[in-house]
């Protein structure tokens, strides 16, 4: 069976600082896929990024990272010069080769101005 | 724009009535699936189709149901509505198959179901 957790409801941060979110993962296969999705107040879904288990150096779209511990199965988000637009609701998301998703509670981020 | 099409975007219904939510896919993808999000809740995975058939199932009540069409559309019915059912309705696609091409989930704007 496939879990993610996130053990972080909600967090906060200083506009311009930096926030890292934590996720954990299990599973039993060897090829999955990791990704982080940003759920704003309009609820739709975006992509933030993604990580192939595969590779081992860490994905980075701008000012989002991931610190990617495969074997820890551990999977967080860095989000640096915060803006007021991350304010969001974050979740992490593990993709498996069956090709189902499985999503953790969520981690609901404010941005302090 | 994710290229996943939702329709309707809002609905209003009485209990004990029956909807449909439309969904079209990505162009090429050949996996669907529906999540149910009630407010300020996560993500609850319905159901999985992939080229037509029933993939997977999670926390799906007897009174739903689902398919996906030839033309890879799907469609979900919701029967016998009860309050509780209100929520937003995710319908999210992927390549699907074992391609390490895009194997991320694409979300559509989702369908907010009002019961009253």
């Known amino acids: 069976a496939q879990t993610v957790t996130q053990s972080q409801p909600e967090m906060s941060v200083q506009e311009a600082e930096t926030v890292t979110l934590s996720c954990t993962y299990d599973?039993?296969?060897?090829?999955?896929?990791l990704f982080w999705y940003k759920q704003p107040p309009s609820r739709q879904m975006i992509l933030v990024i993604r990580?192939?288990?595969?590779?081992?150096q860490n994905a980075t779209e701008n000012r989002f990272s991931v610190n990617f511990q495969k074997a820890a199965k551990s999977f967080s988000l860095k989000i640096s010069d915060s803006q007021l637009g991350d304010a969001a609701m974050y979740f992490c998301a593990l993709r498996v080769l069956s090709n189902q998703f499985y999503f953790g509670t969520g981690t609901s981020l404010t941005v302090i101005p | 724009d994710s290229g996943v099409t939702q329709t309707p975007k809002h609905l209003i219904t009485a209990t004990g009535q029956r909807v449909t939510l439309r969904c079209s896919p990505r162009s090429g993808d050949l996996s669907v699936y529906w999540y149910q999000q009630s407010l300020d809740q996560g993500l609850q995975f319905l159901i999985q189709y992939y080229n037509g058939e029933e993939r997977a199932k999670g926390n799906i009540l007897e009174r739903f149901s689902a398919q996906q069409f030839p033309d890879l559309h799907s469609e979900l019915n919701l029967s016998s509505l009860e309050l509780g059912d209100s929520a937003l309705y995710f319908c999210a696609s992927s390549v699907g198959g074992r391609s390490r091409g895009s194997a991320e989930a694409f979300f559509g704007q989702g369908t907010r179901l009002t019961v009253v």
């Open positions: 990580q192939e288990a595969y590779k081992q």
């Open positions: 599973t039993s296969e060897s090829d999955y896929y």
